[in-house]
């Protein structure tokens, strides 16, 4: 059974770079059947897409945050990486990772069928 | 941008029928997912592409998705169907993104 684990820092500095590992078991990253993102929540907010990765590094991302994310893959350790320069509060959420499926009428367009359970990340100083 | 709406809350009645909402231009010509999320659990696919349930969602939760709006139903509803639900949709080839609902918190009275 596919499970995911993110982990990471809970706490990180204003400017500074928030920094988030989901780990994938139960199946591999490289498969090519599936592509892999990160979700967050703000408290009292609705969810919100941070970007996605096929296994081959190719990427895209939310274009409200593109200019401060690197999401990034590592087949060796089957997992994936979260990078989110200069953060303020407004970063403050709990992040997800998620796998995606493809969908019925185009690859991206499937629904994201197994979640973490997500890591709570606070930007304070 | 897309917009997703939904209502923020319904409240129903153990045994009774749920039904939740997903507003959006057209939406009746994307695809629409509907995920559960309860606090502090990984959020959960309960419909995907309108109106397939994945394996080992029972069938009480269905879906359907015409016009401006999307539906989830959720009949006979029980105590643990107490949770936050989401509408998902992908923006397009062209709006390479993917857009939430605010979601609706169901409330079992």
């Known amino acids: 059974q596919l499970q995911l684990q993110e982990s990471g820092p809970g706490l990180v500095k ?17 498969s090519g059947n599936y592509y892999w993102g990160w979700i967050r929540q703000a408290p009292g907010m609705g969810l919100e897409w941070i970007g996605n990765i096929f296994y081959s590094g ?32 407004a970063d403050t ?7 995606g499926r493809p969908g019925n009428d185009n690859f991206w367009s499937g629904p994201w069928d197994v979640w973490g359970k997500g890591t709570t990340v606070t930007v304070a100083s | ?35 559960q999320h309860k606090p502090g659990q990984a959020p959960l696919l309960v419909v995907h ?11 009480r939760f269905s879906g359907s998705n015409s016009g401006n709006t999307a539906t989830l139903t959720i009949s006979s509803v029980e105590a643990g169907d107490e949770a936050d639900y989401h509408c998902q ?3 397009g080839s062209y709006d390479l993104s993917y857009i939430f609902g605010p979601g609706t918190k169901v409330t079992v009275l």
């Open chain 2, 89 to 91: 949709v992908w923006g």
């Open chain 1, 14 to 30: 204003p400017s500074e770079t928030l920094s988030l590992t989901c780990i994938v078991s139960g199946g591999a990253i490289s």
């Open chain 1, 93 to 99: 959420a709990v992040y997800y990772c998620a796998r």
């Open chain 2, 49 to 59: 592409d309108d109106s397939d349930r994945p394996s080992g969602i029972p069938e």
């Open chain 1, 58 to 89: 190719s990427s895209y991302y939310n274009p409200s945050l593109q200019s401060r994310v690197t999401i990034s893959v590592d087949m060796s350790k089957n997992q994936l990486s979260l990078n989110l320069r200069s953060v303020t509060a």
């Open chain 2, 1 to 35: 941008s897309y917009v997703l709406t939904q209502s923020p809350s319904v409240s129903v009645a153990p045994g009774q029928t749920a039904t939740i909402t997903c507003g959006g231009s057209n939406i009746g010509s994307k695809s629409v997912h509907w995920y």
